[in-house]
């Protein structure tokens, strides 16, 4: 199956959704479905993968298509975080701790807490 992202203004993702590899043999095919089954035909669509082969990230509803990075980018969870230009994806100022234990980010103090 194919999974197509439907973009609205500032290229946020609004819906994603599944076509037919039988129908989506190539990107352009699954587009092309898709503003005939919506009847717009120039609706902005984009193709993405659940497992990452294309365009970084899988589209998730309020992610954002960046055009120059080719890829699709969730919404930044906290001011301090900075965004991986390799991955596309947002990281913490300091890396989640590898004790095993589960934490919160704690945008105030811009640290890791632990979860009691």
Not at 5 to 12: F, R, S, V, Y
Not at 73 to 91: D, V
Request: charged share 20%.
């Amino acid at each position: 199956m194919a999974h197509f992202a439907i973009l609205k203004k500032g290229n946020i993702v609004e819906q994603v959704v599944v076509v037919s590899n039988d129908i989506a043999i190539t990107e352009q095919d699954g587009i092309e479905f898709l503003r005939t089954l919506y009847k717009d035909k120039h609706l902005p669509i984009i193709q993405t993968s659940y497992n990452n082969n294309i365009r970084k990230n899988f589209a998730g509803i309020g992610y954002q298509y960046n055009q120059q990075r080719d890829a699709f980018i969730a919404p930044k969870p906290f001011n301090s975080w900075i965004l991986n230009e390799n991955t596309c994806r947002w990281e913490a100022p300091i890396a989640y701790p590898t004790d095993g234990k589960i934490y919160n980010w704690n945008e105030s103090t811009k640290t890791w807490e632990l979860v009691k």
